[in-house]
């Protein structure tokens, strides 16, 4: 099944993330291991400064096994059904493990692509330096206005 995960990274982690994604560790350990470096890749970061991606995930409750690697670095503020559950054919039963082989996430990611801006060269250009606990910045090193999630 596909997800749309929107997260904002947790403050002062930031550059845990960065080395993180640069040492091509984040992730490791889980059976989803190269996945999460491909989400951030594809990520991106909206006005409301959400990280936004699509992710593949098998796991009867969404995100369950990945859940405790993104927690690490993000608080995943929203994910939901990237599409129709009944359209899924790993998820209808008819096909298992269709995901893999699914044109649907590169889809999605086109259509992500043209909303906000690249989450990680925004992490990059921030020196990973975004938020402190008095003052929520984001990751443009600007100040977070306190507004509802708006969308991209």
Same mark, same amino acid.
Not at 48 to 67: G, H, K, N, S
């Given at each position: 099944m596909r997800y749309l995960v929107r997260a904002r990274v947790n403050p002062g982690r930031e550059a845990d +993330? +960065?080395?993180?994604?640069?040492?091509? *560790?984040?992730?490791?350990?889980? !059976?989803?291991?190269?996945e999460y470096l491909r989400?951030?890749?594809e990520?991106? &970061?909206?006005?409301?400064? *959400?990280?936004?991606? !699509?992710?593949?995930?098998?796991?009867? *409750?969404? &995100?369950?096994?990945?859940?405790p690697y993104w927690e690490q670095y993000f608080d995943l503020t929203r994910v939901?059904?990237?599409?129709?559950?009944?359209?899924?054919?790993?998820?209808?039963? *008819?096909?298992?493990?269709?995901?893999?082989?699914?044109d649907c996430t590169a889809r999605l990611e086109d259509k992500l692509k043209n909303t906000g801006?690249?989450?990680?060269?925004? &992490?990059?250009?921030?020196e990973g330096t975004l938020l402190t606990r008095d003052k929520p910045m984001n990751v443009r090193g600007e100040n977070r206005p306190n507004q509802a999630d708006r969308g991209c």
């Open positions: +993330l +960065l080395k993180a994604i640069d040492s091509e *560790t984040l992730g490791q350990g889980s !059976v989803a291991e190269g989400n951030m890749q990520a991106r &970061l909206c006005e409301d400064d *959400t990280a936004r991606w !699509v992710e593949i995930c098998y796991c009867p *409750t969404p &995100l369950q096994e990945e859940r939901q059904d990237a599409h129709d559950r009944r359209k899924c054919r790993d998820h209808n039963g *008819t096909e298992p493990w269709a995901c893999s082989g699914c801006s690249s989450f990680i060269e925004s &992490l990059r250009s921030s």
